[in-house]
């Protein structure tokens, strides 16, 4: 015997209605999750980016600091003051013009053997010893330059290329008309030595008046800093670049200073460092000239203000594959389910609209003839 309940008749209209009630919140949520999800997602991994590259940033500005403060260190010890003050009495009296006509002609004898003796004693004066020994501790100061009020050279740690330094440009910005200020070039390349340098000049202050009476200026070698970066760097396609304010890649990976390289990084970011919402925020995602799409973090070292040749900027960037593939297998999946729902109300739907007048969606199929067969058995 079988019971009428063999038959499971749904409604197609009463189908297709509990279809949407349950999949389409379920999608919609669904598609919601998919938008917020990759936005805070982006928002998360960019500023853990820009953490990074700030973090960089502040270790970099650090290293400067530290090297000024030990320059001006040096400075203002007593050894060199009293050189500086000796050196400027000894000129005491001349006019200025006999002033120039002895610098003049200490200067057209300088790179001849006639200033040989000259040279000699003054790279072993006390002041020249003490500077020496200064650089052979801190082996990331590569030379140092000792000249008097008005620039010429009375120490050095080596033979310098010039007598008269007051006609320089790194000079007149110590000697900043009078004031006496610190100044720092921007980041040079030695092909000789094979070194990145920046030149770092501090002023000689007078301790009794804090008048300017001298300079000293050092050659400092920073490709010490170049490790801070690469310690960065995770993943097969992150890079951590430092930039000059032209793009110009000072490092970068497995390039340098003299490959005279521009960043295509720092040319998709360029507008968003030019804005202060842009700057705050401190990431982006750009699509590069070279047809990939990055996660470009920056952040730039707070030396500019003080420094003006070193406006640098630190970028950390990593293609968006490799920057968010942790979750976005999760995204993958949430979107496959969302998917399988918008299939199964356009399957619903179609099979709605083929069928409609049928009234009614047998989920079980009996064939006509075994229906006969068992309501005569029943009999």
């Known amino acids: 015997m079988v019971s009428?309940?063999?038959?499971?008749?749904?409604?197609?209209t009463k189908l297709f209605i509990g279809l949407l009630i349950a999949l389409v919140p379920f999608c919609v949520i669904g598609l919601y999750t998919i938008q917020t999800a990759e936005t805070a997602l982006e928002s998360t991994i960019g500023t853990h980016f820009q953490t990074i590259a700030t973090n960089a940033s502040s270790e970099i500005e650090s290293f400067i600091n530290n090297r000024v403060m030990s320059v001006g260190a040096l400075a203002a010890s007593p050894i060199i003051v009293d050189a500086v003050k000796q050196a400027n009495r000894a000129g005491q009296g001349l006019s200025e013009d006999a002033f120039k006509t002895r610098i003049l002609a200490r200067e057209n004898i300088w790179n001849s053997p006639a200033s040989d003796e000259f040279i000699r004693q003054m790279l072993g004066n006390p002041a020249s010893r003490a500077i020496s020994r200064f650089r052979d501790i801190d082996r990331r100061?590569?030379?140092?330059?000792l000249t008097d009020s008005h620039g010429s050279t009375i120490a050095a740690t080596h033979k310098t290329l010039d007598y008269f330094q007051g006609d320089e440009d790194f000079w007149n910005g110590i000697f900043a008309n009078g004031r006496g200020a610190v100044h720092i070039t921007d980041v040079l390349y030695d092909?000789?030595?094979k070194s990145n340098y920046i030149g770092l000049g501090v002023p000689v202050m007078d301790p009794d008046t804090n008048t300017f009476i001298g300079a000293l200026d050092a050659l400092v070698e920073v490709s010490t800093i170049f490790p801070i970066l690469r310690r960065t760097e995770q993943g097969r396609s992150m890079r951590a670049l430092l930039v000059k304010p032209d793009g110009i890649i000072i490092t970068g990976p497995n390039i340098d200073l003299a490959a005279n390289?521009?960043?295509e990084e720092f040319a998709a970011a360029s507008e968003a460092l030019a804005t202060e919402a842009g700057r705050r925020?401190?990431?982006?995602i750009a699509r590069l000239q070279s047809g990939s799409t990055a996660l470009i973090a920056f952040a730039s070292p707070n030396l500019a203000a003080s420094y003006p040749n070193l406006k640098w900027t630190v970028l950390l960037a990593q293609d968006t594959k490799e920057a968010f593939s942790a979750t976005r297998g999760v995204l993958r999946l949430i979107?496959?389910?969302?998917?399988?729902?918008?299939?199964?109300?356009?399957?619903?739907g179609l099979y709605l609209s083929i069928y409609r007048g049928s009234g009614i969606v047998d989920i079980?199929?009996?064939p006509q003839q075994a229906t006969k067969v068992e309501t005569d058995v029943q009999e």
């Not at 100061?141 to 330059?145: A, K, M, N, P, V």
């Not at 998917?339 to 619903?348: A, D, E, K, N, S």
């Open 4 to 12: 009428q309940g063999s038959y499971l008749k749904i409604p197609t």
């Open 335 to 348: 979107m496959f389910s969302v998917g399988v729902g918008l299939l199964l109300i356009t399957f619903f």
């Open 191 to 193: 092909d000789v030595t």
């Open 281 to 284: 925020r401190g990431f982006l």
């Open 364 to 366: 079980r199929q009996i």
């Open 141 to 145: 100061f590569l030379r140092f330059t």
């Open 261 to 263: 390289l521009k960043s």
